[in-house]
């Protein structure tokens, strides 16, 4: 008979915070944890200095011309020379990473307000070639 009250209490116990459908007795849950963002792209240490990449790995390129830091003068067909770095409908600001509206109305990436671009010339991660094309194009430093 004590076994079975026993058993009776320990079992009350247990089910009481479910009989209260969770409320009364034991610790709140925790908050929601916000949502993870990630960098678009990444710093690395070159024999040149320090380089954004995508991450792919691809070198990163700003292009002179791209003063305002709210839009991108490579519209048309200097995107086939120079494929914006894509951001997608919801992507939000994160660090020095903005985002910015393409006249197509595509959004992209900038770092500290200057738009981010990827060359075609570019056949692997870490290559540079974009640079030999114009000098209006320059690989995106962080200190930029």
Known sequence: ??????????????TAPALANGHGG???PPPPKPEATTAP????????GPKLVDLKGM?????ERDTTGKTSNCNGKCTE????????????????????SRNDGSRMWA???????????D??????NGTA?????RVARPEN
């Open 123 to 128: 056949k692997a991660p870490g290559d540079a």
């Open 1 to 14: 008979m004590f076994r079975c009250l026993i058993a009776a209490a320990a079992i009350a116990l247990s």
């Open 41 to 48: 792209a990444k710093v690395v240490i070159t024999k040149q």
């Open 133 to 137: 094309t114009t000098l209006q194009w």
């Open 59 to 63: 070198t990163l390129y700003t292009y």
């Open 26 to 28: 034991g610790d709140a």
């Open 111 to 121: 770092y500290r307000y200057r738009p981010l671009y990827t060359s075609p010339a």
């Open 81 to 100: 020379s120079w494929v914006p770095l894509a951001a997608t409908a919801d992507a939000k600001a994160i660090g020095d990473f903005t985002v910015i």
